[in-house]
């Protein structure tokens, strides 16, 4: 009998433990530091009172080495900025582009138009009408410019035809003169044609892009590509001169490039001279195309002064 009374007073001696812990609250029997925060609490240790205030102003963490702040938009200027109509620059392309038209009819009427296609002046003029053309529509459409490649280019060739011909071709004192004294004069038609194509057009082609363009167009990337043209009219016009026979009028149309009279050393020494000249006028019109102000700006209705694409 006193195993069967001594096994209720060891079953009450180990739950008196649990009973002590419930009735003490500073005990738990599963967390012996401390009763729990709330019934939804862990049984590991309360963080009360050990986080500290988050600051109210916290600095900005510095950037990651290597990575750019802002990456360049996708989104090209043109699909932000709608172009507007531009009468005045329309109107100003349409009559250049009829003037160099008037040229080329004028040298075409009074010479043979086989070779006065041939010309690096009449070919140029020719893709310069085209040009100025387009633009002008698109100007007066109020539609996107034409690309600078194209703009740039026609620039760059009317500019040369200008300098090449009144520094080298009509000048007297120069060896590459086309100016012959024992010849006739030339007529009133003949002057007006030349002075329309190598003093007229150029000046206008100048003007339009310096008053009638914006800035930033041009690019020195684009300087190699405008200088193919120069290059395959020297080829075409040293296979001109094998087709024809020696002594031909008109065999080279250019003194400088006249193998008979200076060979194909001397040609092709002409011919570099002249490549590192153009090249060097490409840079340079891409320089001041980067360097001079916007003559051209449209204030929108916000306030705010914006840049439209022009050209």
């Keep these: 009998m006193g195993r069967q009374g001594g096994a209720p007073i060891r079953a009450a001696a180990v739950r008196a433990p649990a009973v002590r812990a419930a009735a003490d609250p500073g005990t738990h029997p599963f967390n012996p530091l401390g009763p729990p925060e709330s019934p939804l609490s862990y049984p590991f240790p309360s963080v009360r009172g050990m986080t500290a205030p988050i600051p109210r102003d916290i600095p900005d963490l510095p950037a990651l080495p290597g990575m750019p702040a802002l990456l360049p938009s996708p989104v090209p200027a043109r ?23 008037t040229g080329v009819a004028v040298h075409l009427v009074l010479g043979s138009p086989l ?39 026609v620039l760059l060739y009317a500019v040369i035809s200008g300098l090449v011909y009144h520094l080298l071709l009509a000048d007297a004192a120069t060896p590459f003169t086309m100016i012959d004294t024992a010849a006739a004069t030339p007529t009133a038609w003949h002057t007006v044609a030349h002075h329309l194509l190598h003093t007229a057009v150029p000046a206008a082609v100048v003007a339009d892009w310096l008053f009638l363009t914006a800035p930033g167009q041009l690019h020195l990337r684009q300087a190699p590509g405008w200088l193919l043209y120069p290059l395959i009219y020297l080829l075409v016009s040293f296979a001109r001169g094998e087709l024809l026979l020696p002594g031909t009028p008109g065999r080279y149309l250019y003194p400088f490039l006249d193998v008979e009279a200076h060979g194909y050393k001397g040609v092709l020494g002409n011919a570099l001279l002249l490549g590192l000249s153009f090249y060097a006028l490409a840079v340079l019109l891409v320089a001041l195309d980067h360097a001079r102000p916007n003559p051209v700006r449209h204030r929108s209705k916000t306030g705010f002064r914006l840049q439209p694409p022009v050209g």
């Design 79 to 101: 699909a932000v900025v709608a172009p507007v109509r531009r009468p005045l620059a329309a109107v100003f392309r349409l009559l250049t582009a009829l003037a160099a038209l």
């Design 115 to 153: 070779r006065v296609l041939g010309y690096f002046t009449v070919q140029s003029s020719i893709l310069l009408a085209l040009i100025m053309l387009l633009s002008a529509r698109r100007a007066w459409t109020a539609r996107h410019p034409l690309r600078s490649a194209l703009t740039g280019a």
